[in-house]
Each structure stands twice: as structure tokens, then as C-alpha cells.
Antibody, heavy 119, light 110 residues
Framework: EVQLVESGGGLVQPGGSLRLSCSAS????????MHWVRQAPGKGLEYVSA????????YYPDSLKGRFTISRDNSKNTLYLQMSSLRGDDTALYYC????????????WGQGTLVTVYS | QSALTQPASVSGSPGQSITISCTGT?????????VSWYQQHPGKVPKLMIY???DRPSGVSNRFSGSKSGSTASLTISGLQAEDEADYYC??????????FGGGTKLTVL
């Protein structure tokens, strides 16, 4: 059974940093590209980042480049998201999502970890 | 990368068919066959309903179908049922090699 457990969320002040983790099991982690997707309270889904299977390629929307860094440790079956210079509009539930093939992802989602940026 | 454009809401009566549109540009929907649709019920995680424009994962009802014309993708739900009431999001691969979501559409079954 595929399991994705996100952790590391919490309360942080504007300008602060957080590192999210996603522990994966039930599938061969190193065979999957991985994504982070977020959802602000009461809002829609927003694409955050992606990383290739071996971690040598990373992707970000222009709006998040420079503040967020995605990484992975295939030996630990774990995905990470380092977030810095956090702002109020980063408040959201952050999901990790595996992708086996280019055109198909989203079959499995974790329950998410909540990041709240407050002042 | 701008968000894809979806109607904020659509509605239909049980048994009817509805279509949700998702408009992008030549940098995303218009250039790739990698369009997906997700269903999200309140308090739940998203569920993949359609991928590669029109493919259905196993277990998804054949009442759900997808299509694309130019830079606009569409999700059609036929034989509308009460359980279909949810938020629906489209998603497309883009030339920037990232993905972009639509703003979401709330489907109400009357």
C-alpha cells in the first residue's frame, strides 16, 4: 500500500524558514519523480515544485524560485522542501505527490502538512 | 506561468450532463497532451479522474470523460449523480517544464 506522510509543518513568523519532509513507502521511491503541491485554506491547488527520480533536476514556478528548494534522499525514501523568507501567502496545506510517468501523477496523495505563517 | 482558467461554478440536475472548461495557452494545454483533472470533496485529498487529456484511471467511472481542442481542455460528466458534487481542478504540463493548475470549479448537483 502506498503511503505518503508529510511532516515538518507548523507556525512560523514572516521571514522565517521551515523544512518539510515526506516519507514514502509502498512503492519504489527512486523510480518516481516527486512533486509538492499546496492548498491555502479555502483556496485551490497550487503547484510548488518537482524533482526528477535521481534528484538531478528540479523545477519551480517563477513565483517561488529562489525561496523554495526541493530535494530528496532515495536511500531514506524521503522528499524534502526547504522553504525560506516565508510570507503570509505561503500559509497552506502542503502535499507530496509521486509521478511514475510524465503524463500521469496524482494517483496518490499524502494527507498534507499545514504551514501557517503569522505575524 | 499563469493559472489555467476555469469557471468558478457549474451546476446540473441528477441525470444531466455538464462540461467544465479549462482554458490555457500555447505554452501549456495548447502544446501538450498532458492534461489532468482532479476531483476534491470537502476535507478530502484530490483524486485523479482524467490524465493525458482523456485517459481514465482504473476505478473511475466512465461517466467522466476528457477532451481538448486547441488550448482548451474539457471535463464532461454524464448521468450526473449527487456524489459528483465536489471541486474540480484541471492541470497541464507547460513549456517551462513545470505544471500549472486551474483555479478550480465548484460543481453543484441541484
Amino acid at each position: 500500500e502506498v503511503q505518503l506522510v508529510e511532516s515538518g509543518g507548523g507556525l512560523v513568523q514572516p521571514g522565517g524558514s521551515l523544512r518539510l519532509s515526506c516519507s514514502a513507502s509502498g512503492f519504489t521511491f527512486s523510480n518516481y519523480a516527486m512533486h509538492w503541491v499546496r492548498q491555502a485554506p479555502g483556496k485551490g491547488l497550487e503547484y510548488v515544485s518537482a524533482i526528477s527520480r535521481d534528484g538531478d533536476k528540479t523545477y519551480y514556478p517563477d513565483s517561488l524560485k529562489g525561496r523554495f528548494t526541493i530535494s530528496r534522499d532515495n536511500s531514506k525514501n524521503t522528499l524534502y522542501l526547504q522553504m525560506s523568507s516565508l510570507r503570509g501567502d505561503d500559509t497552506a496545506l502542503y502535499y507530496c505527490v509521486p509521478q511514475k510517468d510524465l503524463g500521469r501523477w496524482g494517483d496518490y496523495w499524502g494527507q498534507g502538512t499545514l504551514v501557517t505563517v503569522y505575524s | 506561468q499563469s493559472a489555467l482558467t476555469q469557471p468558478a461554478s457549474v451546476s446540473g440536475s441528477p441525470g444531466q450532463s455538464i462540461t467544465i472548461s479549462c482554458t490555457g495557452t500555447s505554452s501549456d494545454i495548447g502544446n501538450f497532451k498532458y492534461v489532468s483533472w482532479y476531483q476534491q470533496h470537502p476535507g478530502k485529498v484530490p483524486k485523479l479522474m482524467i490524465y493525458n487529456v482523456s485517459d481514465r484511471p482504473s476505478g473511475v467511472s466512465n461517466r467522466f470523460s476528457g477532451s481538448k481542442s486547441g488550448s482548451t481542455a474539457s471535463l464532461t460528466i454524464s448521468g450526473l449523480q449527487a456524489e459528483d458534487e465536489a471541486d474540480y481542478y484541471c492541470n497541464s504540463f507547460a513549456t517551462s517544464r513545470t505544471w500549472v493548475f486551474g483555479g478550480g470549479t465548484k460543481l453543484t448537483v441541484l
